[in-house]
């Protein structure tokens, strides 16, 4: 069993930088692939950014240039650097590990607005 623990989440001007960090119960980094998920009010959880195992990123087109994904294998913890948000940005955001076709845990998810 994976426990996920977001946090970072917060209120933030346009324009503005957070950072979300995705605690982990494990050194799974090696054998999982990590996410970022979001998912705004009315819509469908939409894929953020993802880093494989062999440490691969993939970005939404929406999040290209300004979000980046990471990882850090000694504190077993995923990062999300966000910069330039826009009130777009605005979600409930999450943090997911999996392996395809064996499992995959989510987090609790973290709020972020971007409001002026």
């Known amino acids: 069993q994976v426990q996920l623990v977001e946090s970072g989440g917060g209120l933030v001007q346009p324009g503005g930088s957070l950072r979300l960090s995705c605690a982990a119960s494990?050194?799974?980094?090696?054998?999982?692939?990590m996410g970022w998920y979001r998912q705004a009010p009315g819509k469908q959880r939409e894929l953020v950014a993802l880093?494989?195992?062999?440490?691969?990123?993939n970005y939404a087109d929406s999040t290209k240039g300004r979000f980046t994904i990471s990882g850090d294998n000694a504190k077993n913890t995923l990062y999300l650097q966000m910069n330039s948000l826009e009130p777009e940005d605005t979600a409930v955001y999450y943090c997911k590990a999996s392996r395809p076709s064996l499992d995959e845990y989510w987090g609790q998810g973290t709020q972020v607005t971007v409001s002026s």
């Open positions: 494990g050194n799974i980094f090696r054998i999982y692939t």
């Open positions: 880093i494989t195992s062999g440490g691969s990123r």
